[in-house]
């Protein structure tokens, strides 16, 4: 078979896979944060490696990535990307990564057991590779759906759909990146998830210090067991799912907008 034919064939039984190397993830924990892309994991992440101490966890860290994608200037050094394709699909037909993720883009990313070096992980990933996850053999899952008010999310997804050239121009004069409608369909499939499902913490992620802080200690009460609620209170539920409707609906708007100047 050909990459393309392999790769389908890994997609078709991808319900199935399972990590052949369970034991290096065994006694850890993987807080895992879904989101679209420009959401602020990355902050409520570094949130909770500060605030980590003050709840007794002394093993946290970022969980690695590896893919196929270029390396983009910025990428954190447990980042390997520039993976050949073909190394990516015969890592995953030899069942290597603790889970794996075709993204709308068409590029592989990856994270192995070696990719989880502490005993409580944060990653970023999609709401697909959560049950896979579950089967890697790890303690705990801990699922964070994390949303924002849409004008924050707009401005700062900017910078992930138009050049860098060009990002500064009139909103009419711009260019999308190549890889901008992909990111929005991943955004759509990700929201929609958040809105059909209630068993994840749903997090509004606000601006502010002390808004960040209670975001982080509930987050890392999860992930200790000492909170089982699936929202932080009443009206943080009320404002993720306000949040979320206007994220899906901006993002539908943006993928059509997308859509007609790729068509131009």
Partial sequence: MDLQQRLDQLTTDRNNYECKDKE?????????????????KSTIIGACKERAFDWGIESIAEAGTTGTRAPRPGDPSNYNMGVPREEAIDMIEQGEPANWSL???????????????????????????????????????????????????????????YTADTISLPEEERQYRPDALGRVEEAISSLEYAMSTCSILKISNTPGEEA?????????????????????????????EKNAREMYSRAIDIAYKIRVATQK
């Fill in 212 to 240: 960040l802080t209670k975001t982080a200690d509930a987050i890392l009460a999860t992930a200790k067991g000492l909170s089982v609620v699936y929202a932080i209170n009443t009206s943080q539920l009320d404002m993720f």
């Fill in 103 to 161: 993204m709308p883009t068409g590029e592989i990313y990856l994270t192995l057991p070696s990719d989880f070096p502490a005993q409580y992980n944060f990653m970023a990933c999609l709401p697909d590779s959560i049950p896979m996850l579950k089967r890697a053999g790890f303690d705990k899952i801990h699922s964070i759906y994390v949303v924002t008010e849409v004008d924050a999310w707009v401005d700062q997804l900017a910078s992930r759909l």
């Fill in 24 to 40: 290096r993830n065994r006694g850890k924990h993987v807080i895992a944060l879904l989101g679209a892309s420009a959401v602020g």
